[in-house]
């Protein structure tokens, strides 16, 4: 939860690299939790990512069902 909103902080703050420091934090504290992977996705879709941000959303898929 906290490095979640943590990390959407920062994104919004522009501080990128943060923010996916703590998001990746977060998944590997609860892989299962899939708005992390929503979390890391919109991150990535900030920084021009596109083809790895949608990586990062078909991974959360797997925890949604």
Avoid: F
């Amino acid at each position: 939860g906290a490095l979640m909103y943590r990390a959407l902080c920062q994104m919004h703050l522009d501080e990128i690299s943060s923010a996916l420091i703590d998001v990746n934090e977060a998944i590997s504290i609860k892989p299962e939790y899939a708005d992390l992977y929503n979390t890391k996705a919109k991150i990535l879709i900030e920084s021009k990512k596109y083809t790895e941000s949608l990586v990062w959303s078909e991974k959360g898929l797997v925890y949604i069902c």
